[in-house]
């Protein structure tokens, strides 16, 4: 293996404008936030989500944790001539019928910090400078809009004591909203969403992945430190769920 993603790294592919950057999550073991940009098939064009490795026979893996990853990324220690030189070669595979080859660009440069705050954007964790006030609106429009296009009644019921000090990601309720909406393009789940009256908010101390669970007319979220890709974490939840 070329254990290529152990550092931080810029895959590219020049005939397709293609750009993955891998850097390694702080603080976090064997996690990997991946960012991309114009991969072919991907919506939307750009975005970043937090993955992990996935040791198969004679290939590594990565794969977006929770399930629901816009691209996977494949390494097969393999290496190929590129302008005179031998570089580690890796697949994007959006399709497995057509995987887009890339090699590293020791030309980029890593911002290590925009590209944790670009994660965080698009998973939709609130600016260190949001106070309640702003996350409360936040959800709220969410909330209307999400109700707008499931037909539905869903009130929010945040539990911010147990977020304290963290209150920056009960944002993320905003990404779960989002993949309720995304579900109810489906008439069978939308008329599941319409059964569903509040959506609790809850959060506990590195308490790990995303947890969902559906009590009666309830639908509660409980957020960590490390519940990563809480969007598409739901999405794949509740396809399986509703």
Known sequence: MNELLA???????????????VAEYPGVRDALIVAWQ??????????????????????????AIGGGGKLALLDRGRSRLVRASALPVMWVIVDPRHPLEVVPDANQRIDAPALLAQYEAFEAIAPAAATRTTIEAAIAAQVAQTN????????PRTQWAAFGKNIRLANQAVAILEAI????????????????R???VDYKADGG??????????????????????????QVWLHDHL
């Open 7 to 21: 550092l931080a790294v810029v895959l590219t592919n020049d005939l397709e404008h293609a750009r993955v950057t």
């Open 38 to 63: 114009d991969v072919p098939g991907v919506t939307p064009t750009s975005g970043a989500m937090v993955y992990q490795r996935d040791q198969g026979e004679g290939e590594t893996r990565y794969l």
């Open 209 to 234: 992945a995303l947890r969902l669970e559906i009590a009666g007319a309830e639908l509660a979220v409980h957020f960590s430190d490390t519940s990563f890709n809480p969007r598409e974490t739901a």
């Open 148 to 155: 707008k296009t499931c037909g539905g009644q869903l009130a």
């Open 181 to 196: 909406e995304s579900a109810c393009g489906d008439k069978d789940y939308a008329a599941a969403v319409r059964k569903l």
């Open 198 to 200: 509040d959506l609790k």
